[in-house]
Each structure stands twice: as structure tokens, then as C-alpha cells.
Nanobody, 131 residues
Framework: QLQLVEAGGGVVQPGGSLRLSCAAS????????IGWFRQAPGKEREGVSC????????YYAGSVKGRFTISSDNAKNTVYLQMNSLKPEDTAVYYC????????????????????????WGQGTQVTVSS
């Protein structure tokens, strides 16, 4: 059974850092695009960052570029999102999601980094940035 489990959320002051992790089971990361998405109250779910080790490609939304770093550890079947210089507007529930590369012809992850295209989702972890 394919499963994604997020961890690492919490409360942090503006300018602080958090590292989220997404542990995958039931499938191998190498053949999937793994993404981080977030949803704030009253807002639509938005793509934050995606990664594919097979494509050698990463994508960041403009709002987090330069502050967030996505990485994957295939040996641990885990994807991480290092979040630095956090802002109050980063407050949201963060979800990990996955979609198989099978049948996909994209050379980069960016066109695949959309919530509607993801097949599997974790339960989410709350990130709150507040003083």
C-alpha cells in the first residue's frame, strides 16, 4: 500500500527555519515526482516545490525560491523541504504528494507540479509562522 507520511511541522518565529520530511512507503521515489503543496485557510492548495531524481529536476514556486530547498534521499525513501527565512505568509498546512513518471513525457518537473495531477497525498502537517 502506497503511503506518504509528513513530519516536522510546528510553530516558528518569522525568520526562523523548519525542515519537513515526507517518508514514502509502498513505492520507490526514483520513479515518481514528489511535491510539497500548501493550503492556507480560505485559499486554494498551491504547489511549493517538486523534485524528481530520475529527471534530475527541481521546481520552486516564486514565493519560496531562494528560501526553501527540496531534496531527496532515495536510500531512505524520504523527501525533505528545508524552509529558511520563514514569513507569516508561509503559514499553512503542508502536504506531500506523489505522481508516477510512467507515461509522462516531461523533461522537467515543473509542468507536473500541480495539485490536480498528483495521485497520492499525505495527511499534512501544520506550519505556523508567528511572533
Amino acid at each position: 500500500q502506497l503511503q506518504l507520511v509528513e513530519a516536522g511541522g510546528g510553530v516558528v518565529q518569522p525568520g526562523g527555519s523548519l525542515r519537513l520530511s515526507c517518508a514514502a512507503s509502498g513505492f520507490t521515489l526514483e520513479y515518481y515526482v514528489i511535491g510539497w503543496f500548501r493550503q492556507a485557510p480560505g485559499k486554494e492548495r498551491e504547489g511549493v516545490s517538486c523534485i524528481s531524481s530520475s529527471l534530475g529536476s527541481v521546481y520552486y514556486a516564486g514565493s519560496v525560491k531562494g528560501r526553501f530547498t527540496i531534496s531527496s534521499d532515495n536510500a531512505k525513501n524520504t523527501v525533505y523541504l528545508q524552509m529558511n527565512s520563514l514569513k507569516p505568509e508561509d503559514t499553512a498546512v503542508y502536504y506531500c504528494a506523489a505522481v508516477s513518471l510512467l507515461g509522462k513525457s516531461s523533461a522537467t518537473v515543473q509542468p507536473l507540479c500541480v495539485a490536480d495531477g498528483m495521485d497520492y497525498w499525505g495527511q499534512g502537517t501544520q506550519v505556523t509562522v508567528s511572533s
